[in-house]
């Protein structure tokens, strides 16, 4: 797996040398657009605006657009010469509890591993975490932005989730009127919520719909028609909130005993 950025972790005196590794991939399928007369390739070029020049990468530069159709040009030895020796290390800046933490603030996570000579003060850094039941926040300058980020300690190593900065995350766009809920309806949602409480396992998730489209593909391919899904039952609009929670929990249950296995009836004896 190709290193995704190198870096050092520093807190206090501490320097633990570090590099992240991508921690997902990209597993949907991905279609190309064509032509729609001749089923041809759609491709795009980058072309220069002025000359009308077919350009490859190594002709492209960067550029800050200061006024109309006037740019200052940038080189990646300049965006490097102002980074401080603090902002080209993760600097830990305090402490926090995971759950103070709200999910919309994480970007993307990393797999952290220690470089060699590191992995001594990682592991102390880790097990401290682990134990104190917290995250470490820090920031770094990846690419031209100082990224704010989350590490996160887990049993079996250290993630690193970037983040968004609270000026990057929209207000609330809709509100809505919140009633209040009375005490039987709380019990039924509390009793249905446990019966559907089981530890999270994320080899029992798949993506379902990627499976199909697979199929759908080989079937073109294989030049058969496409047969449509089997229809289930539409989901009904919840008339009544109690009948629905009940309705639901007598689902659980079912589905419950359905799994377990049947106890045999012990037999008579004989002569009895």
């Given at each position: 797996?190709?290193?995704?950025?190198?870096?050092?972790?520093?807190?206090?005196?501490?320097?633990?040398?570090?590099?992240?590794?991508?921690?997902?991939?990209?597993?949907?399928?991905?279609?190309?657009?064509?032509?729609?007369?001749?089923?041809?390739?759609?491709?795009?070029?980058?072309?220069?605006?002025?000359?009308?020049?077919?350009?490859?990468?190594?002709?492209?530069?960067?550029?800050?657009?200061?006024?109309?159709?006037?740019?200052?040009?940038?080189?990646?030895?300049?965006?490097?010469?102002?980074?401080?020796?603090?902002?080209?290390?993760?600097?830990?800046?305090?402490?926090?509890?995971?759950?103070?933490?709200?999910?919309?603030?994480?970007?993307?996570?990393?797999?952290?591993?220690?470089?060699?000579?590191?992995?001594?003060?990682?592991?102390?850094l880790r097990t401290a975490l682990m134990q104190e039941q917290k995250v470490a926040i820090g920031k770094t300058v990846m690419g031209t932005k100082d990224t704010l980020m989350a590490i996160i300690p887990r049993?079996?190593?250290?993630?690193?989730?970037?983040?968004?900065?609270?000026?990057?995350?929209?207000?609330?766009?809709?509100?809505?009127?919140?009633?209040?809920?009375?005490?039987?309806?709380?019990?039924?949602?509390?009793?249905?919520?446990?019966?559907?409480?089981?530890?999270?396992?994320?080899?029992?998730?798949?993506?379902?719909?990627?499976?199909?489209?697979?199929?759908?593909?080989?079937?073109?391919?294989?030049?058969?028609?496409?047969?449509?899904?089997?229809?289930?039952?539409?989901?009904?609009?919840?008339?009544?909130?109690?009948?629905?929670?009940?309705?639901?929990?007598?689902?659980?249950?079912?589905?419950?005993?359905?799994?377990?296995?049947?106890?045999?009836?012990?037999?008579?004896?004989?002569?009895?």
């Amino acid at each position: 797996m190709p290193v995704a950025y190198h870096s050092v972790i520093s807190f206090g005196l501490v320097a633990i040398p570090v590099s992240l590794y991508t921690s997902t991939q990209d597993n949907d399928i991905h279609f190309n657009q064509l032509h729609k007369e001749d089923q041809s390739r759609v491709r795009y070029k980058k072309t220069c605006a002025y000359c009308g020049k077919e350009l490859k990468s190594e002709d492209i530069i960067k550029g800050y657009e200061y006024d109309k159709d006037h740019y200052v040009v940038v080189t990646e030895d300049e965006i490097d010469k102002i980074k401080t020796e603090k902002e080209k290390s993760i600097q830990i800046l305090h402490f926090a509890q995971l759950n103070q933490i709200s999910p919309v603030y994480y970007d993307k996570t990393y797999q952290v591993i220690p470089d060699k000579g590191g992995e001594k003060a990682f592991e102390l850094l880790r097990t401290a975490l682990m134990q104190e039941q917290k995250v470490a926040i820090g920031k770094t300058v990846m690419g031209t932005k100082d990224t704010l980020m989350a590490i996160i300690p887990r049993e079996n190593g250290v993630l690193i989730s970037t983040m968004f900065y609270q000026e990057d995350i929209k207000a609330l766009q809709k509100s809505y009127d919140i009633p209040a809920p009375n005490e039987q309806e709380l019990k039924m949602a509390q009793v249905l919520i446990n019966s559907m409480d089981t530890p999270f396992d994320p080899s029992q998730y798949k993506d379902e719909y990627q499976g199909r489209l697979k199929e759908l593909i080989e079937t073109k391919i294989a030049g058969k028609d496409v047969v449509a899904a089997s229809s289930e039952e539409p989901v009904g609009k919840v008339i009544d909130l109690m009948d629905a929670l009940k309705a639901s929990i007598e689902q659980q249950n079912e589905g419950k005993d359905k799994k377990e296995p049947t106890k045999k009836k012990p037999g008579k004896k004989q002569g009895a």
